[in-house]
């Protein structure tokens, strides 16, 4: 499922997320509290999840997905890098976290990693951190 209020971004999501055969797209949102609703309806396996989102930010929305959704993995998209929020969002039970600015080239790996089981944490923000 693709969490955001940005179409533009929304339908690059999609369309780099049917390059994979294996992967589909079981629906969408546009704010925070429609992603609870349809996550909670849909049972996705994970949710790419914008934080910047009206009526509730993502990371208010994952706490919540996480009662009505409880095997949906999240995976944070956002343009937001400062580490505070990084850090929020990542605590919170998300499984990746990705900068938009990098989705081009990690969206997918994320993709991956995460639904075979693992992590994935953006390269720009590992270097920030240097």
Not at 17 to 38: N, T
């Amino acid at each position: 499922m693709v969490v955001d209020d940005f179409k533009p971004w929304c339908r690059f999501a999609s369309a780099t997320i049917q390059k994979e055969p294996e992967l589909q797209i079981v629906g969408e949102a546009s704010d925070g509290s429609e992603a609870v609703e349809k996550a909670q309806k849909l049972q996705p396996d994970l949710i790419l999840l914008d934080i910047g989102l009206p009526t509730l930010n993502g990371i208010k929305a994952a706490t919540q997905i996480h009662q009505v959704a409880p095997d949906a993995k999240i995976l944070f998209v956002s343009q937001i890098s400062e580490a505070e929020i990084v850090r929020e969002a990542l605590s919170n039970g998300a499984k990746g976290y990705v900068l938009k600015i990098d989705a081009g080239a990690e969206l997918l790996p994320a993709i991956k990693a995460i639904t075979g089981g693992g992590y994935f944490v953006s390269g720009g923000l590992k270097e920030s951190r240097c």
